[in-house]
C-alpha cells in the first residue's frame, strides 16, 4: 500500500513562486510511475506534469517552461516547483502514482494552491 503526502501549497501573489512536495511512504518509489494533477473548482482533474518511471517527462502545455517536477526515488520524493503563477493555476494539487506493473494508481490528498492578488 502506497501513502502519499503533498506539502507546500498556499496563497501567493501572481508572478510568485511555490514549491509543493510529495512524500512516498510504504513502497519502493522506483517501481512507480509519479505525476501531479490540479483540480480547480468547477473544473475536472488535469495532468500537470509526469515524472515516468523511464522515459520522457511531460507537462501540461499551460505550464511548460513555469513549472518543474523532479523525484529522488532514495528519499521517496517528488516534487514541483512552480514560477511565474497565474491566476488560472489556482487550485488543488495532487500527487499520483502508478505502479508500473499492475498499473495500481494512488493519489494524496491534495493541497491547495490560491494564485490571487
Known amino acids: 500500500q502506497v501513502q502519499l503526502v503533498e506539502s507546500g501549497g498556499g496563497l501567493v501573489q501572481p508572478g510568485g513562486s511555490l514549491s509543493l512536495s510529495c512524500a512516498a511512504s510504504?513502497?519502493?518509489?522506483?517501481?512507480?510511475?509519479m505525476a501531479w494533477y490540479r483540480q480547480a473548482p468547477g473544473k475536472q482533474r488535469e495532468l500537470v506534469a509526469r515524472?515516468?518511471?523511464?522515459?520522457?517527462?511531460s507537462y501540461a502545455d499551460s505550464v511548460k517552461g513555469r513549472f518543474t517536477i523532479s523525484r529522488d526515488n532514495a528519499r521517496k520524493m517528488v516534487s514541483l516547483q512552480m514560477n511565474s503563477l497565474k491566476p488560472e493555476d489556482t487550485g488543488v494539487y495532487y500527487c499520483n502514482a502508478v505502479n508500473i506493473w499492475s498499473e495500481t494508481d494512488y493519489w494524496g490528498q491534495g493541497t491547495q494552491v490560491a494564485v490571487s492578488s
Open positions: 510504504g513502497t519502493t518509489l522506483s517501481l512507480y510511475n
Open positions: 515524472f515516468p518511471n523511464s522515459g520522457t517527462i
